[in-house]
């Protein structure tokens, strides 16, 4: 059926899916009616939709807008990107269905046909139950009645939906709070000697609320201030084994301002004091009588 004559029998109004035929003389189109009783207006509202294209048996010839170089599209089922600068010419008979954006996207990600703004979909059973739909479609000339038209949309943007849900995305999302606390113990450890190291300091740095920061280390066991005063202790009890830096000195290098801070917080987490534990390490370093460098069997 013609599409004027497809669109005559209702009003006019913005579309929410369509399946069209292009490529023959005379242009084809199912409606889809939306509850006002609008018809389908495929010139309408295309930068929401995707559009499933089946390229039935001829050739097409593709271009890139913004390139104006031509190739050869092949045939079988193409997802095209209606925001994309992508353009395929309709020198082929084909079918097309607009889909819904959001549903795609559902399925697909946020960049359902590639880069190109074209992408080849293989052939799969499901693929082929929707190419006979869709074939069935174009031989039917009668003109649909509304209430048709619409149910036959619904039908065959959900088979669609269901051929593109074998290509879903099987990739699982990133953790974000996962990676706000790598991100989070990275920045702590790089500023362990900062006296002034704060949570809402760390917040500030990474671009989060101090709620979420709170959380996200609360969901691992641990607060901010209890992983830096953790990481500070341990960097302090591997700079205690260099005996050429005072004691002092090293509780500075680990965001201690003063020393006795330093010796209650070291004492409480490893239950010696600083010096008791220099000495141990060194005592354990320390060569046993008799095997010095140079002794030992021959």
Known sequence: MGADAAQAELPRSRFDAAITRCGRDEPWCVPMRDDDGGAADPAEGRGDRVTLVLLLGNRSAGRRESQGAAGDAGSGFYLLDCERPQAVIPLHDSMRVLLPRENVMRLLGDNPAGDGGCRHLPA???????????????QHD????????????????NMALAFLAQFETTEPAPDSDALLFDEACRH????????????????????????RLYR???????????????QRLRRGRRLLRDTRMSI????????????????KAFK?????????????????????EGEGPGTGSA
Do not use: K
Request: with cysteine.
């Open 268 to 288: 409480r987490r490893f239950d010696r004091s600083p010096g008791e534990w220099r000495r141990m390490a060194a005592s354990s370093a320390r060569p046993r």
């Open 142 to 157: 009668p003109p649909l009645a509304a209430s048709a038209a619409r149910f036959c949309a619904n039908a065959t943007v």
């Open 248 to 263: 002092g000195e090293v509780a500075l290098r680990c965001g201690y301002g003063d020393l006795p801070s330093f010796g």
């Open 188 to 211: 702590i450890d790089a500023y362990l000697h900062d006296p002034h190291l704060t949570a809402a300091g760390v917040a500030q740095a990474l671009g989060c609320s101090r709620t």
């Open 216 to 230: 996200v280390f609360a969901g691992r066991e641990w607060s901010v201030a209890a992983y830096a005063r953790d």
């Open 124 to 138: 799969t059973p499901m693929g082929e139950v929707l190419r006979a739909h869709l074939v069935a479609l174009a």
